[in-house]
C-alpha cells in the first residue's frame, strides 16, 4: 500500500516537473527515506515533491507510525540538521526509525521507558541491589528475556517495540539488639514474608555473683513486629512485614545467699532492687538446757530484728548470727532470783534470802549451794556464776530455834501459870466461907429449927 502511494507521488510529481520544465521554471525535487509529508512556503506536500528556486522547505521532526513505532529526522543530505531549509538544488529527507522500549521492574524507581533506534544492540545495566529506603532493598533476581537473563547488566536487539522486565525480590533488614550491651544473634536482610528466627542467651553471667536473664523480647522500629511465642524464652520468631527492630530485654539478678544454724534460709537470684523478707527463728532449741538465741545479721548493717528487709542492690552473703544460751535452774524452799537463760560465757548472779523465819519459834539459816557451782562460795545469799554450760542450783536451808520469841513465849507461859494458881486460892477461900455459912444437915433424932438470919 505504502509503495502504491510512492509510486503515485513520484508520477505526480514527475508530471508537475514536466509542466514546470514546459514554463521556463527551474524545479527541484525533495524526497525522503520514509514516506512523510513536508511543508513549502507554508503548504503540506507528500515526499517526493518539487519546490521552486528559493522556496522553504521544511521537515517534520517526528513521525508516529503506529502505537510504539515513530521515526525521526536527522538531517538533509548535504546540508544539514535544521528540519527548515530554503531549496537551492535537489533535497532528501533522512529518518531513523525508533521503537519504544519499556523495562518494568518491582522497584519503581528502576521503571524506565525509552525510544531505541531500530536495530540497536541496547545495553541494560541495572544494579543488583538497589537501596529504597533505610531498611527496605530490592535484591536482582532475573530478566523476563535477553542475552544474558540472570545477571543485572543485559542486551537486547530492537528490532520491535518491546517490554522488558527486570524481577526484584525486596527485602527487609532485622535488627536484633539487645540490652546490657549483650549480643543478639539473627539480624540480616530478609525476604518480605519469610520467617526470621533470632537468638540470644538466656543467661548471662556477669561474675562475682550477678547475671542477665532474658526477660522478653520486644520491637522497638517503626514497624512493629508480631513476635510469635515459643517455649524456649532466648528465641524470638517474627514473620517479615518490613524493617524492625527486635530487642531482647535483660534483667539484671543478683545471687542471695542467707543461711543459720539450721542450714539455707534463703537461696537463690533476686532482680535488682527487688525486695526480699527474710525471717530467722528467735530461738532455737539444742535441748532442755541450751539453745541459740538470735542476736542478729552479718553481711547487712543495722539489723537487729530476727525478721529482715531488703533489696537486691548487688550478690549479698547474709549470716543469721546466734548465741549459745544455756538455761540456770535454782532450787531454794523460800524462793530464789536470777534464774532463767544465759549467753555462754555470761556471769550470773543467784539471789536468795540469808535468813528469815520457817515460823513463830523457829528461823531458817542459808548454810549454803549445792550443785554445779563449783565451791559454791556466796556473799549474803549472792552467788554468782561464769555461765559456761547448763546449770542446776540448790540454796540449803538449816532450821533453828528463835531465842527472841522463844523468850517471849516462855514469859507469858510463867505468867499465865502464876495467874492461874492465884486464881485457884481465891476460889478455894471462896468455897470455904460459903460452906461456913451454910446449915448442917438434921441428923436422925434431933429437932431443928430454922431461922431466918
Known amino acids: ?24 521554471e527551474e524545479l527541484y525535487t525533495v524526497s525522503a527515506n520514509y514516506p512523510v509529508r513536508v511543508l513549502v512556503e507554508g503548504v503540506e506536500k507528500a515526499t517526493p515533491a518539487y519546490v521552486g528556486a528559493g522556496e522553504l522547505v521544511c521537515a517534520p521532526e517526528l513521525v508516529y507510525l503506529d502505537e510504539g ?8 543530505e548535504g546540508v544539514g540538521r535544521d528540519p527548515c531549509v530554503r531549496a537551492h538544488g535537489n533535497l532528501t529527507a533522512y529518518y531513523v526509525r525508533e521503537y519504544l522500549v519499556h523495562v518494568y521492574s518491582e522497584p519503581p524507581a528502576l521503571r524506565r521507558s525509552m525510544w531505541v533506534p531500530e ?54 533488614r532485622v535488627l536484633a539488639l539487645a540490652t546490657h550491651g549483650v549480643r543478639a544473634n539473627g539480624s540480616g536482610w530478609y525476604r518480605e514474608g519469610a520467617i526470621a528466627v533470632l537468638a540470644a542467651p538466656r543467661e548471662v553471667y556477669a561474675g562475682n555473683g550477678t547475671r542477665l536473664v532474658l526477660a522478653e523480647w520486644v520491637t522497638a522500629g517503626s514497624v512493629p513486629a508480631i513476635v510469635l511465642p515459643q517455649s524456649s524464652p532466648g528465641v524470638a520468631v517474627l514473620e517479615v512485614r518490613g524493617p524492625h527492630t527486635v530487642v531482647a530485654i535483660y ?87 536470777g534464774a532463767g537463760w544465759y549467753d555462754e560465757g555470761s556471769r550470773a548472779v543467784v539471789v536468795v534470802p540469808e535468813n528469815l523465819p520457817a515460823n513463830v519459834f523457829v528461823r531458817r539459816r542459808l548454810n549454803g549451794f549445792t550443785g554445779d557451782c563449783g565451791d559454791c562460795r556466796h556473799e549474803g545469799g549472792r552467788l554468782a556464776l561464769v555461765m559456761d554450760g547448763p546449770k542446776s542450783v540448790t540454796a540449803v536451808y538449816s532450821h533453828e530455834p528463835d531465842a527472841v520469841n522463844l523468850g517471849i513465849l516462855a514469859g507469858a507461859v510463867a505468867a499465865g501459870a502464876a495467874l492461874y494458881a492465884s486464881g485457884r486460892r481465891r476460889g478455894a477461900e471462896a468455897e470455904g466461907r460459903h460452906r461456913a455459912r451454910a446449915p448442917q444437915p438434921r441428923q436422925p433424932g434431933h429437932n431443928y429449927f430454922y431461922h431466918a438470919a
Open 69 to 76: 513505532s515513530r521515526i525521526v529526522f536527522t538531517g538533509w
Open 119 to 172: 536495530g540497536t544492540l541496547l545495553e541494560l545495566d541495572y544494579p543488583e541491589v538497589y537501596e529504597e529506603s533505610e531498611g527496605v532493598r530490592w535484591v536482582f533476581q532475573h530478566w523476563s528475556w535477553g542475552e544474558a537473563p540472570f545477571q543485572p547488566s543485559n542486551r537486547i536487539y530492537v528490532a520491535k517495540p518491546l517490554r522488558l522486565e527486570a524481577h526484584y525480590a525486596r527485602e527487609f
Open 251 to 337: 534483667r539484671v539478678e543478683h545471687l542471695v545467699s542467707a543461711t543459720g544454724p539450721q542450714g539455707v534460709i534463703f537461696g537463690g537470684w533476686a532482680g535488682e532492687g527487688e525486695e526480699i523478707r527474710l525471717a530467722a527463728p528467735e530461738h532455737i532449741q539444742l535441748g532442755p538446757d541450751a539453745r541459740l538465741r538470735f542476736a542478729g545479721w552479718a553481711g547487712v548493717e543495722g539489723a537487729a530484728s530476727p525478721e529482715l528487709r531488703i533489696r537486691a542492690t548487688g550478690p549479698l552473703r547474709i549470716e543469721a548470727l546466734y548465741v549459745r544460751q544455756y538455761l540456770l535452774t535454782v532450787s531454794s524452799p523460800v524462793g530464789a532470783g
Open 1 to 24: 500500500m505504502v509503495k502504491s502511494l510512492t509510486a503515485m507521488a513520484l508520477l505526480l510529481a514527475l508530471w508537475a516537473a514536466l509542466s514546470a520544465s514546459a514554463g521556463g
